[in-house]
């Protein structure tokens, strides 16, 4: 039984249809990815599953339960958590403080264990030494360390990552990868949106591919990476060789 799972979802902002009869399902410890060219409708779909937008249409289930027309912070507090796409610390609070607003306000801890717990996802996510850093002061790649750890201290189940890989180079994206592969192996289930196509076709056990609001693919990355329709819109001929 799938632990998050949409069925029929659509969604129109006036008379554009970001979202279109989109079926999805994400197995307990999985790793989906979700790709598609800008304005495929991504976001929105992840703003749909975080209760941002309530669908037009269809419904978004977690655990067998609808959590379409929920809050953002009750469906947090159900076990789904997603970082933001610009990362936006709160810049005058340090590092350890930012990580304690997850198990604050996302999983209501007492002060004294969402400071430990914050300290010790510091310390996994590889940011334990700026803990007591401004984090207005820190890299963007450890902004996007930052992000992925405040969705930690939320103790969510499922995480929806939402471009944290955006503007790493190589190196770093490696880390993040073997990261993202540590928290799969925790028990956590992942779904990555990406625009970096060997990082998200070398780490994802299926991928799910969207244009112009509507599901065109869905399979493991070989078979999307030599679909006819993911090449034509999207991956073009040079991206046809992953494995």
Known sequence: MPIL????????????????????SVEKGEILGMIGPNGAGKSTLFGLIMGVYKPD?????????????????EICRMGIAKTSQIVQPFTEMTVL?????????????????????????LE????????????GSITVPDRRRL????????????ILLDENMAGLNPTEIEAVLKLLREIRDQGKTLVVVEHIMRAVMGISDRII??????????????EIANHQKVIEAYLGERHTSYR
């Open 5 to 24: 799972e949409g069925r029929n979802i659509t969604k129109k902002f006036g008379a554009l249809t970001a979202v279109h009869s989109v079926d999805f």
């Open 57 to 73: 249409e269809g419904e978004v289930t977690f655990k067998e339960r609808r959590i379409s027309g929920l809050k953002p912070h």
């Open 97 to 121: 403080e930012n990580v304690l607003v997850g198990g604050l306000y996302g999983k209501n801890l007492s002060l004294s264990k969402a400071a430990q717990e914050a300290e010790e996802i």
């Open 124 to 135: 996994f996510i590889g940011l334990g030494a700026l803990k007591r850093t401004a984090s």
């Open 147 to 158: 992000e992925l750890a405040r969705a930690l201290a939320t103790g969510a189940e499922v």
């Open 209 to 222: 591919v969207l244009n112009y609001g509507e599901k065109i693919a869905e399979g493991i990355p070989a």
